[in-house]
């Protein structure tokens, strides 16, 4: 799991105990004490401990369990913390980190490799190749995409391919004409913008 999508879930966790909290504090008709809330936010992130979805931050939320069960301990604040420190870090990713973590997720969660274009080496169906110079070009030094990156590939999942990388959320992903159209090989072109 990208560093990105580790931070995301986190995120949602957070986020999502923390609604969870003020639902349940709006439905009572009075004061809601701290010991309250603690209570109210361990007993939602408890069962997520033994959730699969949740492997990667079963430590993570385990250290936020024992700070609402620790006495005086403030689970609330804590959330509000690291929901700041969240957003910050999301804000701070860069386009090319962003490129790095769909690639990594589009290969562990969808099974497409990716290879930088070499006109000597055969094309592999379903591996996405981009062109090094578009690397280099496409990025400035500090990260910022400028550019469309232009990605090759030959496979009969393109469509699905175009909506994954969409659903990420990361970048816009559109089928670009190719001049040299394959069909039977159905090779596209896929351009991502930021």
Request: charged fraction near 25%.
């Amino acid at each position: 799991m990208s560093k990105e999508n580790y931070h995301q879930l986190l995120s949602d966790v957070i986020e999502n105990s923390l609604l969870h909290l003020y639902g349940q504090v709006a439905s009572n008709d009075h004061f809601v004490p701290l010991a309250k809330r603690n209570t109210l936010l361990c007993k939602y992130l408890k069962p997520k401990l033994k959730q699969p979805e949740y492997k990667v931050i079963k430590g993570d939320i385990k250290r936020m369990v024992l700070v609402g069960q620790r006495k005086g301990g403030d689970l609330e604040a804590k959330l509000n913390e690291l929901y700041t420190l969240s957003l910050s870090y999301q804000a701070k990713a860069n386009d090319a980190q962003r490129l790095y973590d769909l690639l990594n997720i589009l290969l562990h969660e969808h099974g497409f490799d990716s290879k930088l274009f070499d006109e000597s080496v055969k094309a592999k169906p379903d591996v996405i190749y981009i062109l090094q110079d578009h690397l280099e070009n496409c990025f400035e030094a500090n990260g910022k995409q400028t550019a469309p990156v232009s990605m090759l590939i030959e496979s009969d999942r393109v469509s699905a391919l175009v909506h994954t990388i969409n659903d990420t959320q990361l970048f816009n992903a559109e089928l670009a004409e190719l001049k040299e159209v394959h069909s039977n090989k159905q090779q596209a072109h896929i351009l991502l913008h930021p």
